[in-house]
Every structure is written in C-alpha cells, then in structure tokens.
C-alpha cells in the first residue's frame, strides 16, 4: 500500500509547478518559524531529540513547533517554549495520510523552513511538508523525497543516522550564521 501511496504523491508532485528559486542563504538567515518533524521511528526519534538544541541554536530567535506522534509524548520536552503538534490515529486516514483537520493545523502557520529529521521516505511527514507552504523544505536525502522538498542533504552512505544528523545541523549552522556575520 506503501508503494502506491508513495508513487501517486510523486506523480502528483510532478503535475504540479514547482515553487521556483529559493535564496536559501537569505530563506535560513531570515527565518522566524520553523517546523520539525520529528522522526516517526522511535529510535530515530531518539537520535534526532539530541539535535535539537543545536537547530535552536541555529535559528535562535525564530518560533518553532515541533511535529511528533502522540504516543512520543513523553519524549519531548513540552516545557519548552516551542509549539507542538501531536498526531493521533485519528489525524491519519487508511492511507497513512493527513486528514483535513491535521492539514489545516499545519496550514494555519505560515513556515518559512520546514525541517523533516525522518530518515526514510515517510508518506505523512512528506505531504504535510509539501502543504505546507514553506519556501524551504529539508530533509535528509532519499530518492523518493526529491520532488517534495528543496534542500535534500546527502551524507555519505557509511554514516550512522547520529552523524547524518550532525552534518546537517553543522551545516544549517554554517549557512544560518554566515549570513548574519
């Protein structure tokens, strides 16, 4: 089921225009909200937690709110002063799909980035990053994810998940303070 979901959302990708050039020196410096998608694996999930003080840290001073499912609840830290979205079964069609209410929630922000920390092609997180308005879309790389986001990182492939994760917050963190210095 997988499979057909994931290749009508890239055809449906395909048929519509892309969004056009992005300046993503400016997109990074001047962004003031951020979402990001927690990884739906709760041992990715587990990793990427670790990384998230660095990508606060990236983009100090912008609103962020975070995506997770609810059933992660408990993993991350809602003391903080950051928005969160919680997905429940109930937000989620037979497809493995938004439905309408978990897409306006996402739409009622206007994103300027949206940081997807899945590692593999998740169907969910893909579309509500697609909807979701932002001028730019990162996410680590994967074949399946290249028509829905801009910024795709590629690590080499003999990394862990841990090391992905680190080059690409020291990357966003390279880009994001060069333009402000």
């Not at 994931?6 to 050039?21: M, P």
């Not at 590692?119 to 990053?129: G, Q, R």
Request: charged share 25%; net charge positive.
């Amino acid at each position: 089921m997988e499979k057909i979901v994931t290749s009508f959302l890239k055809l449906s990708a395909k048929i519509k225009k892309s969004q056009g050039v992005v300046d993503f020196g400016s997109a990074l410096a001047s962004a003031k909200s951020l979402l990001l998608i927690m990884p739906d694996n709760p041992d990715h999930f587990g990793i990427a937690r670790n990384y998230i003080s660095e990508i606060k840290n990236d983009f100090a001073g912008a609103k962020f709110v975070f995506l997770t499912r609810e059933n992660n609840k408990s993993l991350l830290d809602v003391n903080q002063p950051h928005g969160t979205i919680f997905v429940s079964s109930e937000d989620i069609n037979r497809l493995g799909l938004p439905k309408k209410n978990l897409q306006l929630r996402i739409l009622a922000t206007d994103f300027d980035i949206v940081i997807d920390l899945n590692f593999d092609f998740h169907p969910l997180s893909t579309l509500l990053c697609k909807i979701s308005h932002a001028p730019v879309k990162i996410c680590l790389y994967n074949r399946d994810r290249e028509p829905f986001y801009n910024f795709s990182f590629r690590t080499t492939s003999r990394k862990n998940l841990e090391e992905k994760y680190q080059v690409l917050t020291n990357y966003l963190g390279v880009c994001a303070q060069s333009t402000h210095g």
